[in-house]
């Protein structure tokens, strides 16, 4: 089964930090961008980070910028998002998808082949 599967999120406190994993499964990652979106209650989702199939383009939404890093391992075919100085407003369920090769800006370039099913970030004290 073809799929990407996101791990690693919870409840924090503002300042605090999380490092959220998209694993892939059946399928390797090595040529494909990969972006992070999130989508909190109430609203439309958004992008938030994006890295290309070789890993040299890295972009944000200017909201995470400085906060945020996006990194992958494909040898495990992972790609991460370290979230640091978490504010409420990050609090949002966290999608990874998977698109090939590259992104724009901060959003892998369409189509997108894969989607995880989420998971939740919440930032409060």
Aim: proline content about 4%; glycine content about 10%.
């Amino acid at each position: 089964q073809l799929q990407l599967v996101e791990s690693g999120g919870g409840l924090v406190q503002p300042g605090g930090s999380l490092k959220l994993s998209c694993a892939a499964s059946g399928f390797t990652l090595e040529y494909y961008a990969i972006g992070w979106f999130r989508q909190a209650p109430g609203k439309e989702r958004e992008g938030v980070s994006c890295i290309s199939s070789n890993g040299n383009h890295l972009d944000y939404t200017d909201s995470v910028k400085g906060r945020f890093t996006i990194s992958r391992d494909d040898a495990k075919n992972t790609v991460y998002l370290q979230m640091n100085s978490l504010k409420p407003e990050d609090t949002a369920v966290y999608y990874c998808a998977a698109a090939y090769h590259y992104c724009s800006t901060y959003i892998p370039r369409k189509p997108i082949d894969y989607w995880g099913q989420g998971t939740q970030v919440t930032v409060s004290s």
